[in-house]
């Protein structure tokens, strides 16, 4: 029995990646901290905090498909839709996972549920459920976003 | 093949050729050159990146789930167009064979633009790319063209996707 144990085991080990996915208890919170900071500063409507825990070459798609480009553009974008037709919308963390594809590149996927708005083609959006990607790179001590694209779940 | 007094049989044998050069042509636009917008792009991240979407859409193009998924790493995830969220290369590869089977039948897949592949670290790029799917069957249109996001990593001298996820582009 111990010998079969031994052999699924190092089997296992065999079949582990060259690189393997690091797991660092410390760094995934930091990483959490930086994704719930992004969502604090977003739901607060405070998007010049965005720039504490971003890089300045952060590039947002959003759940258009629209791509802005450093992160000068991305809050402009942000604080002028956030000026009308988002105008006091939140989006709350449901879930959030964490991965690590080397040790200083996080990997973090969100879904989340924004509160009911309507776009200026009429259409309203009730309770919309997103799921969002954060690409989270760790520059000198920090960890700062520097890339996140965002889907509507259940979009036909 | 041919027999002059079959009517039904030769106005058939014309539509069959001509679905055959339409199947050509759109192949041959599968396999054309993604397109690259310099400024966004490091040249040794694209040689890497580049080839990857060639072959993903050659996969896609013959309908091959598991073509398609040996582009990603065993414990890849992916984002699609619908919000949905697959899990590993066995799971995307099962998922994409479903839909080659259904709604994406006979589709063709286009990598159209690679605007973005840079190194994050010694063997992992980021890569932003757009594609558009062409659907034979018709819907769904809203979901044709899509952005991308991708992480690329070096696992004993390969490239593969550890992660991908996808936006339709759609006028608001």
């Known amino acids: ?156 | 093949m041919f027999e002059f007094a079959c009517h039904e049989g030769n106005y058939a044998m014309a539509n069959i050729l001509r679905g055959a050069r339409a199947e050509e042509q759109r192949a041959k636009n599968a396999s054309a050159q993604v397109s690259v917008r310099p400024s966004e792009v490091d040249p040794a991240a694209a040689r890497i990146a580049s080839p990857i979407l060639a072959r993903l859409d050659r996969a896609w193009t013959d309908g091959d789930g598991g073509r398609f998924a040996a582009e990603f790493t065993d414990d890849a995830d992916v984002i699609n167009v619908s919000g949905e969220h697959l899990r590993t290369r066995s799971g995307i590869a099962t998922q994409l064979q479903a839909m080659f089977g259904g709604v994406f039948r006979r589709s063709i897949h286009r990598s159209r633009a690679l605007e973005m592949a840079r190194y994050l670290a010694p063997g992992v790029i980021i890569v932003v790319s757009s594609s558009v799917i062409d659907v034979p069957a018709g819907p769904p249109a809203p979901l044709a063209t899509s952005r991308q996001t991708f992480i690329v990593l070096e696992r004993e001298g390969v490239w593969q996707i550890r992660h991908w996820h996808n936006t339709p582009i759609r006028a608001r």
């Open chain 1, 1 to 156: 029995m111990i010998t079969t144990l031994s052999a699924i085991v190092l089997l296992g080990a065999l079949q582990a990646p060259a690189t393997p996915i690091v797991s660092s208890s410390q760094a995934e919170v930091d990483v959490r901290k930086a994704v719930q900071a992004f969502y604090d500063a977003y739901n607060a409507h405070a998007f010049d905090k965005l720039a504490e825990f971003t890089t300045e070459d952060w590039t947002h798609i959003t759940p258009s498909g629209i791509e802005r480009r450093g992160r000068a553009e991305v809050l402009t974008a942000l604080k002028q839709v956030h000026s009308t037709f988002l105008k006091g919308v939140t989006d709350t963390p449901e879930e959030i996972a964490v991965r690590f594809a080397t040790a200083d590149v996080g990997i973090v996927t969100v879904r989340s549920r924004t509160t009911t708005f309507t776009t200026p083609d009429g259409v309203t959006h009730e309770n919309e459920g997103r799921i969002r990607t954060f690409v989270v790179v760790k520059r000198a001590t920090r960890w700062l976003i520097m890339q996140d694209q965002n889907t509507v779940r259940g979009a036909r």
